[in-house]
């Protein structure tokens, strides 16, 4: 079955580089777009970017240059990494398939 | 970008209820209109896509519809599962936006 699972640091330094990873499986990337959504804790839910299935990608211009989505089609995982992290930049962040089948989740806090 | 105005913000409603949310595009999205439920401590779970079409597995209880701009979710009658968070989501265009969100709560 379809599943998406995202992983990485839970706290960061501000200024630094969040770097997070989407491991799918049950569907090939080639075939479907992976998108990254943040939400902030009681907050509603932010589209970050999302990585088509032909490899190009489309970014929210609200984190203007920070964001970069990458993947690796062998290891079926999508990356997203964002620099110069603020305390506001503190949520949890989403891959989602297509924007339909959603990971877990995984709660990242920005704090020195 | 494209606005979604979601209202309203919390719904106290009581089992059995028939309730309605509804997402205004601040531009023509056609039927690119999702909506989703969010749990404490859960990912969001796909309920309409494409306006007025039933995710896989969700209740016929829940239905999607269209007027205009107007987009809305209607459950025809609350059970006491359906206490949620929901969100609107436009994939008609880059950037994809979301509603402010609807806590959907017993009275």
């Known amino acids: 079955q379809v599943q998406l699972k995202e992983s990485g640091p839970g706290l960061v330094q501000p200024s630094q580089t969040l770097s997070l990873t989407c491991t799918v499986s049950g569907f090939s990337l080639t075939s479907y777009s992976v998108h990254w959504v943040r939400q902030h804790s009681g907050k509603s839910l932010e589209w970050m970017g999302r990585m088509w299935s032909d490899g190009d990608t489309s970014y929210n211009s609200a984190f203007t240059s920070r964001l970069s989505i990458s993947r690796d089609t062998s290891k079926s995982q999508v990356f997203l990494k964002m620099n110069s992290l603020q305390t506001e930049d503190t949520g949890t962040y989403y891959c989602?398939?297509?924007?339909?089948?959603w990971g877990q989740g995984v709660m990242v806090t920005v704090s020195s | 970008d494209i606005q979604m105005t979601q209202s309203p913000s919390s719904l106290p409603a009581s089992l059995g209820d028939r309730v309605t949310i509804t997402c205004r595009a601040s531009q023509d999205i056609g039927n690119y209109l999702r909506w989703f439920q969010q749990k404490p401590g859960k990912s969001p779970r796909l309920m309409i896509y494409?306006?007025?079409n039933l995710a896989a597995g969700v209740p016929s209880r829940f239905s999607g519809s269209r007027s205009g701009s107007d987009y809305s979710l209607t459950i025809s009658s609350l059970e006491s599962e359906d206490m949620a968070d929901y969100y609107c989501l436009q994939s008609k265009e880059s950037p994809l936006t979301f509603g402010s969100g609807t806590k959907l709560e017993i009275k």
């Open positions: 494409g306006a007025t």
């Open positions: 989602a398939r297509n924007a339909d089948y």
